[in-house]
């Protein structure tokens, strides 16, 4: 009776444990099914999406895991093995780099000069560009990019992708590059919504620039502050970005105050009201004024002009940031002169960048400071040659933008290397080594990571300082986060 009661104690006991392991695996079956039907929604779907751009003579490699998306459904989630199809899919890469650049925008030089340099930088690395890389023409058009991505991703199996050079192509690609699960190094600005662990972000870091601007303007005892910006000139996010950290510091800013760059009235018109010239409160000021000049003309037998007269300014502002072109500031200086305004402080922006801005010299603009996201042009890295005027602050000619462009590549391609360097890792997880890519080790981007923890390229500021006929260095600013790395089994 005892031995009975045992085996039918043994025996509900096996049947608990047995029921207890199916429900586990019950558990995790319907957990990867979840997984894997959250990944097809938002990726499998994707990839099938962008096979439709593909040009219809485009014939796709038979063998590639890639191929196998195309005919999955999302029912396919309920069947084993279909989650590890899509992880091999995923995975999967040629080793290769697409560099998809609105060439034809560009001006026929640019486009050349930068490939040459691409191919002699690579070529004295080792590498071999025309195995490494795939460079197409976007012609800045959304459509276009969207066939060539297609041809990236479905033909070539590219690794990485580098483009979005336009604020045309640039949220589109973004957008692209979170759903395919695919590392994209945008050249462009990050928009403040943009959450994605796989798209980077490769240029000036417009933050960090007028940062240096508030931080010099602390130091100097600048509290109040005008900013004067064109109306169809937005000055890359620098301005509002310069509002935002300067109310947060409780500087008192006024504007920005626009003006018609294309007509110089409206320039004069803001100043006249900046400095309270032609405040009606000042009428009687005026009339004394008028009847003093009367009387000394008369007294030197002059002829009096009353149209010549201006009221001193009355000047309750410590600085003015002009966020406009070299051209512009100097008009801004000679009227400024012109109206009497002495001792305060010009800041400016990356447009002030030119050696036309103290050639003639101008001493208005003597004592003003600047701010640019390129020091010197003779400690360029990657071996980027750039002929300069008057030793190594200025480029020659149209050669400023020619080299930006060519810096700004570089350093995305540079970092897309050293991702792919060392062992092999599936296509989706290459965003793990993007953010830690160590910069080069010459040069002013030379930085123990090129990527800050949100993406954005850790791209140093300069601020200048404008003197008689040169510029000189003030500051060098290239502050490194330290961020937290995430480890994801899944992509």
Known sequence: MILRSFIILSLLWGSALVAQNN????????????????????????????????PAAAAIPPSAPITRLLGMHMEDCSLPGTMDLIEKALSFHSGKIALLLPFSKLPKSVGQDLLKSIHTWMQSRGLNPARLIIWRDTDGNRDKLEIQLAQMVWLHQVSLIIGGLMQSEAPTLAQWSDRLRIPTIILNRKPESQRSKYAFYMGPDY?????????????HNLQKIAILEPQYAVADNLVPAFQAQAGHLRLQITGP???????????????????????????????????????????????FDPKSLVLPPIVDVDAILIADHFKNVRHISKALAYYGVKKVQLLGIPKWRAYELMDP???????A?????????????YGIQVPTVDKEYFAEGPQAGSADLRLVVHHALYSALEALAGARTPRFALYKKLETAAGPKEGFLASPQIYRADHTSNWPSFLFAVGSGSISLLQTWNPVNSPTRTSLSKP
């Open 23 to 54: 429900a586990a695996e019950q558990s995790s079956v319907t957990e990867e099914s979840e997984l894997c039907n959250r990944l097809f929604q938002k990726t499998v779907m994707a990839y099938q999406e962008l096979n439709h751009k593909l």
């Open 207 to 219: 933050k960090l620039l007028a940062s240096s601007l508030t931080r010099y303007a602390l130091s």
């Open 257 to 303: 105050l626009l003006y018609n760059p294309a007509d110089f009235s409206t320039i004069d018109g803001l100043l006249r009201k900046l400095f309270h010239i032609d405040d009606e409160n000042r009428n009687e000021e005026m009339l004394e004024l008028l009847k003093k000049r009367r009387e000394e003309a008369e007294e030197l037998g002059q002829t």
């Open 361 to 367: 010299p101008d001493e208005a603009i003597t004592g």
């Open 369 to 381: 400071v600047f701010v640019d996201y390129i020091g010197s042009y003779k400690q360029f890295p």
